[in-house]
């Protein structure tokens, strides 16, 4: 397997713009979850999905933060509309199983919003 | 819910000499406990993880880590730091609630600095 798979690995957008991230997730894994990671804020749990049903989305900053799972190889995270402080390295991590099994992580999109 | 602390943001030790990265945690059930490693512009990949059984745990690249319910601490040691072991470490809590999973949890982060 390849991997979590994450498209772009980068992306520079203006503010006010829609920006719209990808993951495919390891084949069989059925959690995925996105991460923010800041300088100031360090690793945050956005939202995550088992079996492509939204369970916990107490981190997702604003309404302005979206996230969709519409089937088991695919995620989307959407930010509308975008502003300089979401700029971050989004990472999508999907794991097998209970909660003491690994979380494996994609290499991330690094966000700049200017 | 849960939480971690990771003590020190930046730890510097020599070549050759021991690795000690400070992980304490607050969980109101037992927890599961990881050690994420994130080398530059990349994922985060595991070292190594407690779940239940054996406090001591060994990992990749000669880390190991030791589960202190008592000091609701997981240590991460290495004995000879070695120059490629210079990244971004990370210790994390997960849980199992009973009622669903959690995601991940993460400390902030302890940059380690291999000095030649």
């Known amino acids: 397997d390849a991997g979590v798979i994450q498209s772009p690995r980068h992306e520079v957008t203006e503010m006010g713009q829609e920006v719209t991230l990808r993951c495919k997730p390891i084949s069989g894994h059925d959690y995925l979850f996105w991460y923010r990671q800041t300088m100031m804020r360090g690793l945050e749990l956005l939202i995550y999905?088992?079996?492509?049903?939204?369970?916990?989305d107490s981190g997702m900053p604003e309404d302005r933060f979206s996230a969709k799972m519409p089937n088991a190889s695919f995620s989307t995270l959407k930010i509308q509309p975008s502003e300089p402080r979401d700029s971050a390295v989004y990472f999508c991590a999907s794991r097998l199983g209970s909660p003491n099994t690994e979380a494996f992580f994609g290499q991330g999109t690094r966000l700049t919003v200017v | 819910a849960q939480s971690v602390t990771q003590l020190g943001s930046h730890v510097s030790v020599s070549e050759g000499a021991l690795v000690l990265l400070r992980c304490n945690y607050s969980?109101?059930?037992?927890?599961?406990l990881f050690w994420y490693v994130q080398y530059p512009n990349q994922g985060l990949q595991l070292l190594l993880k407690?779940?239940?059984?054996?406090?001591l745990v060994k990992g990749i690249n000669g880390f190991e880590a030791e589960f202190k319910k008592s000091e609701t601490s997981f240590h991460l040691t290495k004995p000879s730091a070695h120059m490629s072991d210079a990244a971004e470490y990370f210790c994390a809590v997960s849980l199992y609630s009973g009622g669903g999973a959690d995601g991940l949890t993460f400390g902030k982060g302890t940059h380690l600095i291999i000095q030649p």
């Open positions: 999905f088992n079996n492509n049903v939204p369970i916990d």
């Open positions: 407690y779940t239940t059984g054996a406090t």
């Open positions: 969980s109101s059930v037992p927890p599961y």
